[in-house]
């Protein structure tokens, strides 16, 4: 009990995250061949239910919640919506997500919804012409108003806001002194933006889009403005490596997975992780990376197994 005699609330620290996260080297011959060196940095182990940059988007907004609910939004997919479920559970926090597509009401739930909802998840489900609306303030709030969660705290789809973007420029920080380049995979791009924020002046930051379209240097840039006030750090984006598009695993890509778990025992998340890895080896073989590079690769999530897309949809 606090002095006012109420029990404190959790906060996100209180779920001891393991930070900073591990910083391991990887021993892979189709680096070493060209002088690169590549170290992993194991964000995928910070928290075995709050995984990887999920966490260091989320705590902040949860500690800024400061118990009311959390309504947030996401596909049927979405690591952020499961994350986000999985945090409510764990702080004892309402959650609200509300998903995209007002078919999947009438279906049963697939294996990523599920957990949500056993985390104790409320489920909103909005037909794909508001969903894509859901920014115009007054789809917003008509929405909020359907989901009854006019009070609840909201948190943008993919969970990037400024708090999300000024939480991952620790995970900067943490690799300040250990690495010429960070590469991370990219949805909306908050975490390569706070990344390269929290990097020293020499480091540079290189994102792997896992969406196609080109679009998201603009949003990093619009990012970093809103978190602070300016462009940070130095990054660019590696295109060409989304193998499709969001959740597209394609066979080639499957494989190349597979066999770097076998190689490393490493388990490979496929949806954004392979791709960065992927794209990492690619790179180092076209001689993109002078001799002598150290390259962190973050490992910015686990495989949730039943939860995967193992096939392209
Ligand atoms: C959500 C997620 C990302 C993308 O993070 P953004 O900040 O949206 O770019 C990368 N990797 C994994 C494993 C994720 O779950």
Same mark, same amino acid.
């Given at each position: 009990?606090?002095?006012?005699?109420?029990?404190?609330?959790?906060?996100?620290?209180?779920?001891?995250?393991?930070?900073?996260?591990?910083?391991?080297?990887?021993?892979?011959?189709?680096?070493?061949?060209?002088?690169?060196?590549?170290?992993?940095?194991?964000?995928?182990?910070?928290?075995?239910?709050?995984?990887?940059?999920?966490?260091?988007?989320?705590?902040?907004?949860?500690?800024? =919640? *400061?118990?009311? %609910?959390?309504?947030?939004?996401? $596909?049927?997919?979405?690591?952020? #919506?499961r /994350?986000?479920? !999985?945090?409510?559970?764990?702080?004892?926090?309402?959650?609200?997500?509300?998903?995209?597509?007002?078919?999947?009401?009438?279906?049963?739930?697939n294996p990523s919804?599920s957990r949500?909802?056993?985390?104790?998840?409320?489920?909103?489900?909005?037909?794909?012409?508001?969903?894509?609306?859901?920014?115009?303030?007054?789809?917003?709030?008509?929405?909020?108003?359907?989901?009854?969660?006019?009070?609840?705290?909201?948190?943008?789809?993919?969970?990037?806001?400024?708090?999300?973007?000024?939480?991952?420029?620790?995970?900067?920080?943490?690799?300040?002194?250990? =690495? *010429?380049?960070? %590469?991370?995979?990219?949805?909306? $791009?908050?975490?390569?933006?706070? #990344?390269? /924020?929290?990097? !020293?002046?020499?480091?540079?930051?290189?994102?792997?889009?896992?969406?196609?379209?080109?679009?998201?240097?603009?949003?990093?840039?619009?990012?970093?403005?809103?978190?602070?006030?300016?462009?940070?750090?130095?990054?660019?984006?590696?295109?060409?490596?989304?193998?499709?598009?969001?959740?597209?695993?394609?066979?080639?890509?499957?494989?190349?997975?597979?066999?770097?778990?076998?190689?490393?025992?490493?388990p490979?998340e496929r949806?954004?992780?392979?791709?960065?890895?992927?794209?990492?080896?690619?790179?180092?073989?076209?001689?993109?990376?002078?001799?002598?590079?150290?390259?962190? %690769?973050?490992?910015?999530?686990a495989p949730d197994g039943d939860a995967q897309s193992s096939?392209?949809?």
């Amino acid at each position: 009990m606090s002095d006012n005699g109420r029990v404190p609330r959790p906060t996100a620290s209180g779920l001891s995250p393991r930070l900073p996260s591990p910083l391991v080297a990887l021993d892979d011959d189709r680096f070493a061949r060209h002088g690169v060196r590549v170290l992993l940095k194991r964000d995928d182990l910070i928290h075995p239910d709050l995984i990887g940059n999920k966490w260091r988007k989320l705590a902040p907004n949860l500690d800024a =919640a *400061d118990g009311r %609910a959390i309504v947030t939004f996401g $596909g049927a997919y979405s690591n952020h #919506l499961r /994350a986000t479920a !999985a945090a409510g559970r764990l702080l004892d926090v309402p959650t609200i997500g509300i998903v995209r597509g007002q078919e999947l009401a009438d279906r049963p739930l697939n294996p990523s919804l599920s957990r949500c909802a056993a985390d104790g998840m409320r489920l909103h489900f909005v037909d794909r012409s508001t969903y894509r609306h859901k920014d115009d303030p007054a789809v917003l709030a008509a929405l909020l108003r359907a989901a009854d969660a006019v009070d609840a705290y909201p948190v943008p789809e993919g969970g990037s806001n400024s708090l999300a973007v000024r939480g991952c420029t620790e995970l900067g920080r943490e690799l300040r002194g250990h =690495a *010429d380049v960070v %590469a991370v995979a990219c949805g909306t $791009g908050g975490t390569l933006a706070g #990344l390269a /924020a929290g990097l !020293a002046p020499e480091q540079r930051a290189l994102g792997v889009p896992v969406l196609k379209g080109g679009f998201l240097p603009a949003e990093i840039r619009a990012l970093q403005e809103a978190a602070f006030g300016g462009p940070r750090g130095a990054w660019r984006t590696a295109d060409g490596f989304h193998f499709g598009g969001y959740a597209r695993v394609p066979a080639e890509l499957a494989e190349f997975a597979d066999d770097f778990e076998l190689r490393h025992g490493l388990p490979v998340e496929r949806l954004y992780v392979a791709k960065m890895l992927y794209a990492l080896v690619a790179l180092a073989q076209e001689g993109r990376f002078a001799h002598g590079t150290t390259v962190a %690769a973050v490992i910015t999530g686990a495989p949730d197994g039943d939860a995967q897309s193992s096939t392209s949809r």
